[in-house]
């Protein structure tokens, strides 16, 4: 069974800091890329940063470059994301994603065929 559990949401000042974690299993890890997606109230889901566990390429939308940093830990099959400097729109549902044979990495959501739950991230002002 495929499973993609997120962790680490919760409420934080702007300016502060939160890690999100995403324990995947189920599947091959090592051939996927994993994307973390968000979602806030009112508003389409975005990509926010990806990362290929083939070629450990990566991408971050300009909203959050210099601020989030995703990385990946092969050996535990978890994805991660440092979020730094957090604002008040960065508030959004954060999903964890993973697509089969990624090399380029894009927030195309077709192409992740899995999904998690979702964690809330609350940034107040």
């Known amino acids: 069974e495929v499973q993609l559990v997120e962790s680490g949401g919760g409420l934080v000042q702007a300016g502060g800091s939160l890690r999100l974690s995403c324990a995947a299993s189920g599947f091959t890890f090592d051939d996927y890329a994993m994307c973390w997606f968000r979602q806030a109230p009112g508003k389409e889901r975005e990509g926010v940063s990806c990362?290929?566990?083939?070629?450990?390429?990566?991408y971050a939308a300009d909203s959050v470059k210099g601020r989030f940093t995703i990385s990946s830990d092969n050996a535990k099959n978890t994805v991660y994301l440092q979020m730094n400097s957090l604002k008040p729109e960065d508030t959004a549902v954060y999903y964890c994603?993973?697509?089969?044979?990624?090399?380029?990495?894009?927030?195309?959501?077709?192409?992740?065929?899995?999904w998690g739950q979702g964690t809330q991230v609350t940034v107040s002002s």
């Open positions: 990362i290929s566990n083939i070629d450990g390429s990566t």
């Open positions: 994603a993973a697509a089969p044979w990624m090399v380029v990495v894009t927030t195309t959501q077709y192409k992740y065929n899995y």
